[in-house]
């Protein structure tokens, strides 16, 4: 896919001339309008990666392509009107004569590709090609079907990144190679040693996509891909392009893809909307401007305490609990306003507390709950569940009784699912005996009952692991204290489970010899326990921190995307001040745009002031205090 430019602006207003840029960094040429330039390098669109994009009618036999981009055109040596009207398959054979499958195109692809299309799902694959005169391509393809209203799939989005392979084929006929030249210079009337404008819409005739109008052209397929893809679709020609500059656009776009909390959540961020949801999209995927800084808020959380949980509710940060001076049980309750021109910590008057305890989880549950679960208090292990409403005039703890309760746990990890159902995993029962199982309950029923997930295979039993949620109904477990026969270890595994499955499954993505296992490629992250995951937009996930064998915790980030056919982890490198080398910390995502840290320990210390921010989009700094931490170095 095509990847955003952040070092240019563009407006494709006016004639257009090819300029080189001046500072020479790498950017290469840029096909430049009256007031700027395009917002990609179109050295980068052609070599080595050029992006060819076709659309085929899903409601006609075998799947005619009614559309191509020029780019599919220049990098095939295909004109429009050889291909509109055939099957895409005409690629995996060697020239325009040719009528059977190359046997180097592998027929394992083919057939998945052909599942998806039956299944009405999505297709990411490298597939073999090959150019009119017969030269081999490598196509890194994604198909996206798109669906009418009635749920019926109406066309297929074919984006390809082609680059050249070379394999002893042996030779063409001179014909046909000749054939194939004189056609592509017929086609675009350029010298053989130069590629011009990818980017202009040749005219193609009559194309079933291009009479559609911007509405529904932008409504019902552009509004259904990725931001990644919108990106791309904008390379394919000027109309496009005008199109994908809409705000209104990404907006569907980022709600589509991210989900519609998290979208109105990222409206509340101050300024989003001076950033734009085109930005803002590409900032959250690239993450070019991520960074670390310092948060100095007023107020404090009296009396002083660690082993606390926290989460955030829109812009606030809620804490709850923790083991005070002489392992003292909390139950107080303290919010932060992120959105405050001066935030402080604040107590939270709260009716009913629930008892104290340490070693819990905090959760939020339809966007103005927080719903507390488990952890060691006066008497032991707790299994209890608390509601509180933030919305409500004098709030109020309330018990909830559940039915068929989990074991009583500390150390276990929670998240929340769809807004209402809380998820429980594993932790540490009495007698230290780690747990493995998985709870459910939905607390949006009159009488809530907790239902064991039931699977055939169970990671190890483990405690101090991250639970996040990706994909929506996905939830991704990593690393914690794992049980390896009579001994515990630091774990890096990885694990995933789909609940929208009729029967969900822990699948293995990277373990020691477990069903499934699989390593994905990149540098790992130590083997750890007591580390925050952080869930971003577009369902990747963040590793900090953590209790590492041989220190006290690595401070690196982490980045993993699940969704991957390959996942694969990824070292995040982002400037300002990150939190000292700390374990044991407390972390929450607010705005969908900052991650929180609070607390933890050095191994010699506990950190209970310190509170920093890792902002994933420029919109949320404050210049001025950015403007103090510079001169303050």
Known sequence: ?????????????????????????????????????????????????????????????????????????????????????????????????????????????????????????????????????????MNRLRMTPIYGDDGIITHIIGIQVFTEVTLDLGPLPASLKESARKSYRFRFNVPSNVMMDGIQNIGHGVCGIMELSDEVISLKILSLLTPRDIASVGSVCRRFYELTKNEDLWRMVCQNAWGSETTRVLETVPGAKRLGWGRLARELTTLEAAAWRKLTVGGGVEPSRCNFSACAVGNRVFLFGGEGVNMQPMNDTFVLDLNSKNPEWQHVKVSSPPPGRWGHTLSCVNGSHLVLFGGCGRQGLLNDVFLLDLDAKYPTWREISSLAPPLPRSWHSSCTLDGSKLIVSGGCADSGVLLSDTFLLDLSMEKPVWKEIPVAWTPPSRLGHTLSVYGGKKILMFGGLAKSGPLRFRSSDVFTMDLSE????????????????????????????????????????????????????????????????KPTWRILN??????????????????????????????????????HELSLASSVYDEKLLLQETHSF
């Open 1 to 137: 896919m095509m990847e955003w430019d952040s070092d240019t602006e563009s407006d494709l207003s006016g004639d257009e001339e090819v300029e080189e840029e001046e500072d020479g960094e790498g950017l290469g040429f840029m096909l430049k309008k009256r007031g700027g330039g395009l917002p990609f390098p179109l050295e980068n669109l052609l070599q080595p990666a050029p992006c060819g994009f076709v659309v085929t009618d899903a409601l006609e036999p075998d799947r005619p392509i009614i559309y191509v981009n020029s780019l599919f055109e220049i990098v095939t040596g295909y004109r429009a009107e050889e291909v509109l009207g055939r099957n895409c398959r005409f690629l995996q054979c060697r020239g325009p004569f040719s009528k059977r499958r190359h046997p180097l195109v592998n027929p394992t692809v083919v057939a998945e590709i052909r599942r998806c299309l039956e299944e009405g799902i999505e297709f990411q694959g490298e597939l073999l090609n090959f150019k009119k005169d017969g030269s081999p391509l």
């Open 574 to 611: 982002v400037p300002g001040r990150p939190p000292r080398f700390a374990w044991g910390h407390s972390t929450c995502v607010v705005g969908g745009t900052r991650a929180i840290v609070l607390g933890g320990h050095t191994g010699e210390e506990w950190m209970l002031s310190d509170l």
């Open 502 to 565: 009729e029967e969900p499954c822990w699948r293995s993505v990277t373990g020691s010899g477990m069903p499934g296992a699989g390593n994905p490629g990149g540098i790992a992250p130590p083997p750890r326990l007591d580390h925050v995951a952080v869930s971003l937009p577009g369902g990747r996930i963040l590793v900090f921190g953590g209790s590492v064998a041989g220190l006290h915790s690595a401070s690196q980030l982490y980045i993993l995307d699940p969704t991957e056919e």
